[in-house]
């Protein structure tokens, strides 16, 4: 039997307050309602995951350095660092695994600085304005990757 093909959810600052920070803009659900979501999708997909998040960018750098030899792929919701950090982005360059970048909001509705990222120039994708369905998206979106990859040989 083939090994699970493991997928790295990693979600940047102030997302841990979900479900209390500007529900009119975020809606109600919590960040544990959409790793629920997330670990429930995956295991229909025959996925495993490892859902974090961290407020600081060094832990989000090191953890994607890590994923490297641990993972088949990345969903990133950089939050605030998707238009701040190039060490991000550097460290998702590094990985060598695909990324698909995550936002809960259309991000292209909002203030213009939040229009500007520096994952997306090496994410495979980006996914926005869907709330938390666009994990579950992101999550169908890296299973047909990695599907794609394993079938290539690689």
């Not at 213009?112 to 998206?137: E, Q, W």
Request: charged share 20%.
């Amino acid at each position: 039997m083939a090994i699970e093909p493991s997928v790295l959810i990693l979600n940047g600052p102030n997302l841990n307050m979900l479900g209390v920070r500007e529900p009119a803009i975020y809606g109600s659900e919590t960040l544990d309602d959409i790793e629920a979501l997330c670990l429930e999708h995956a295991e229909r997909l025959n996925i495993a995951i490892d859902f974090r998040q961290s407020n600081l960018e060094g832990e989000l750098v090191a953890w994607i350095q890590q994923a490297r030899g641990e993972h088949d792929g990345i969903i990133l919701n950089a939050a605030a660092y998707t238009h701040t950090s190039v060490a991000i982005m550097d460290a998702l360059s590094v990985a060598e695994l695909p990324v698909v970048e995550v936002h809960l909001t259309n991000v292209f509705r909002r203030e213009a600085f939040r229009h500007h990222s520096y994952v997306s120039p090496v994410a495979k994708g980006v996914i926005c304005g869907f709330g938390s369905h666009g994990y579950l998206l992101a999550l169908d979106a890296l299973a047909r990757l990695i599907d794609a990859d394993m079938n290539n040989g690689n």
